[in-house]
């Protein structure tokens, strides 16, 4: 079976740095995904991680650790537009995007 | 925009009713994805299809029945659903159909905007 755990909320202040955090137990894994979805909007895709280690990609970093099954999304510099749910999805072998939750992180002044 | 396209945004329908959304991608993609998200419950993937054949049904019930005219259209045609069936309905697409990589890993899928979809 699938499983992804993230936290369901986080709040962080603007200019901070927030870290989301992402574990999952699947039964294959060919890469894992970061997208943002703002309320009302489709999701967008930020990262993809399939070898452990850090991708930074301007103010967003994703880290990745096979052997732990753990996954963080790192925002620095918050800005207010920063507010949205970010979806942690694996992709397991021969199967299709499988999606946790989401974290919905709201950023305060 | 994402170069994925639905219709309608929002639809609201009673549960006798027929109805159809309808997604469009312009990417060229060889296949394509109906999600379902309702409130705190993670995307649930509902239709895959590749290539213009469905290749997976994840149980979805019989009142959901999809379409595949050709590679950059598919529809989701809806008939005497239920009040559950309320979410936000999401069509995607990818560069790559399901399990094949063509000596590359990425699945990145091309998300639409999403038809809000109320029954009443």
């Known amino acids: 079976g699938q499983n992804i755990d993230q936290p369901t909320e986080m709040t962080a202040t603007e200019g901070a740095i927030v870290q989301i955090n992402c574990t999952y137990q699947t039964s294959g894994f060919n890469g894992l995904f970061w997208y943002q979805q703002h309320a009302g909007e489709a999701p967008t895709f930020l990262s993809y991680n399939v070898l452990d280690g850090l991708e930074e990609k301007g103010r967003f970093s994703s880290f990745l650790s096979r052997s732990k099954g753990y996954s963080y999304l790192l925002l620095k510099e918050l800005q207010m537009k920063d507010s949205a749910s970010y979806l942690c999805?694996?992709?397991?072998?021969?199967?299709?995007?499988?999606f946790g939750t989401g974290t919905r992180l709201t950023v305060i002044p | 925009e994402t170069g994925v396209t639905q219709t309608p945004r929002h639809l609201v329908m009673g549960m006798t009713n027929k109805k159809s959304l309808k997604c469009e991608q312009h990417?060229?993609?060889?296949?394509m994805y109906w999600y379902k998200q309702s409130a705190k419950k993670p995307l649930e993937l509902m239709f895959v299809y590749s290539l213009e054949e469905r290749v997976e049904n994840n149980s979805v019930p019989s009142r959901f029945s999809p379409e595949c005219p050709n590679s950059s259209h598919l529809f989701l045609h809806l008939h005497t659903l239920q009040p559950e069936d309320s979410a936000l309905y999401l069509c995607?697409?990818?560069?790559?159909?399901?399990?094949?990589?063509?000596?590359?890993?990425?699945?990145?899928?091309?998300f639409g905007q999403g038809t809000r979809l109320t029954v009443v």
């Open positions: 999805a694996v992709n397991p072998v021969q199967d299709n995007l499988f």
């Open positions: 995607a697409s990818s560069q790559d159909p399901p399990g094949w990589t063509g000596g590359r890993m990425n699945t990145e899928a091309f």
């Open positions: 990417l060229g993609h060889n296949a």
